[in-house]
């Protein structure tokens, strides 16, 4: 099968552990009724060095580790790849709420595109800390003339547009970092995007956006939180836990090392300790260790859970500082690597005390088991992403296609205005 190269769309996923990169086109559909969908070509993966909670701590390492990945892609699709929506995370992130306001432009007081444009980019001119940069401007919602809670404003009437958003920010030396490693490799960026909201592309539907819902993405070492309310995103957080700390309890419980503290997790973790037999147990030279020791599968749970209840209890506090505690209809959507732990999902809906389920890519064709890996769901929401942004050169009816990626293209990061500066 030939394909276009610039017809395909690359999603780079750089994690702790990992780095992903998913590759998917967009294909015509004549018999069906949607003119085009989305097909993942192939998905590859390569051990992550030189990146440490979400932050480079080693380019060479990290061009190394992109390297890698990209040749078993390109090796997959069968043609070179040029360019990649790449996601961006750590704790450097944080986020602000914004107000814009702008004089409607027409002598009939219509609103345009156009002003509901320069409403946003007036929204954009606040005092950012120190080293900052913009990633993204997320519109929530409008007002005309003092009258609120508008989502299209486009075509009413009125002499004063306000608009209510949130903006992402993240740190200018780690943008520039990030940056200059992709950039290495040869790949060109056709815009940064906040990991988070890659996944929650991927994994929710508007139906969840609308009601409410947060979307969690438990990774190694940092967990993700987003959370969605009337098809607007109304609060995210990178919270400094994530599944490398229970790695470590088991390692220090267990007094062994961290690989057979990984492969104990993988093999034998799980979150219930109530569903265990007190005399169940298992050997650590099954997974590695030197010597035969015998360990009791309870304990290992109970140091599972501990780790598990801290994070889930740091995800309702983030809750609770937005009054939504308990208070999501849809409840919460669990993604990511860590997310594969057997138990979670039960002790999630006592902790959370809402409905809760795993998290995988949806409205997706693929020829490649991977998307169905928790691990992946970034990586593909990333070329979801980038598949809604072509689909609108595509499709002439672009704002009909809810949920929230219209408004954040209307605003798309200015950051590619710079980073070519950066390319050496």
């Not at 919460?332 to 057997?342: D, E, F, N, Q, S």
């Not at 999902?345 to 795993?358: F, G, N």
Request: one cysteine or more; a negative charge.
């Amino acid at each position: 099968m030939k394909r276009e190269q610039h017809n395909l769309i690359a999603g780079l996923d750089i994690g702790t552990s990992a780095i992903r990169l998913a590759v998917g086109q967009l294909v015509a559909h004549e018999e069906s009724d949607r003119e085009i969908e989305l097909q993942i070509l192939g998905a590859a993966e390569a051990p992550s060095v030189g990146v440490h909670k979400g932050i480079i701590s080693s380019i060479e390492d990290v061009v190394s580790s992109i390297s890698v990945c990209l040749e078993n892609a390109e090796r997959m699709v069968g043609v070179p790849l040029n360019s990649a929506w790449v996601g961006i995370s750590g704790l450097h992130i944080i986020s602000q709420n914004t107000k814009g306001v702008v004089a409607v432009s027409k002598a009939d007081n219509e609103i345009s595109e156009e002003d509901v444009a320069r409403s946003i980019e007036a929204s954009r001119a606040i005092a950012t800390p120190l080293n900052y940069e913009v990633l993204h401007v997320l519109p929530k919602s409008f007002s005309i003339d003092g009258q609120g809670k508008i989502k299209d404003p486009v075509g009413m009437t009125g002499i004063r547009l306000e608009v209510d958003a949130q903006i992402i920010l993240g740190s200018s030396s780690q943008i520039k970092n990030l940056t200059k490693a992709v950039y290495r490799t040869g790949l060109n960026i056709e815009d940064l995007v906040l990991s988070v909201l890659a996944t929650a592309e991927a994994v929710l539907t508007p139906r969840q956006q609308e009601v409410g819902v947060a979307v969690v993405n438990i990774g190694v070492s940092t967990t993700s939180l987003a959370v969605f309310e009337e098809g607007d995103i109304i609060h995210t957080a990178i919270l400094p836990i994530g599944s490398e700390h229970i790695t470590n309890d088991i390692a220090i419980g267990l007094r062994t090392t961290i690989d057979i503290a990984e492969a104990v997790k993988i093999e034998h973790g799980d979150c219930s300790t109530a569903e265990i037999s007190k005399r169940e147990e298992i050997d650590l030279f099954d997974v590695g260790a030197p010597e035969h020791e015998m360990v009791k599968k309870q304990y290992i749970s109970e140091i599972i859970s501990a780790r598990v209840e801290e994070i889930l209890q740091k995800i309702d506090q983030e809750l609770q500082k937005i009054k939504r505690s308990g208070l999501l209809p849809s409840g919460v959507v669990l993604t990511g690597g860590g997310a594969k732990l057997p138990g979670l999902i039960e002790m999630a809906k006592r902790q959370l005390r809402l409905p809760v389920v795993l998290g995988y890519p949806l409205n997706v064709m693929s020829v490649t088991d991977k998307v169905n890996d928790l691990s992946f769901s970034t990586a593909v929401g990333l070329v979801k992403w980038g598949s809604n942004m072509q689909g609108r050169n595509h499709v002439s009816s672009g704002r009909e296609r809810g949920g929230t990626m219209h408004k954040m293209n209307l605003a798309s990061g200015q950051i590619k205005k710079w980073i070519k500066t950066l390319i050496p």
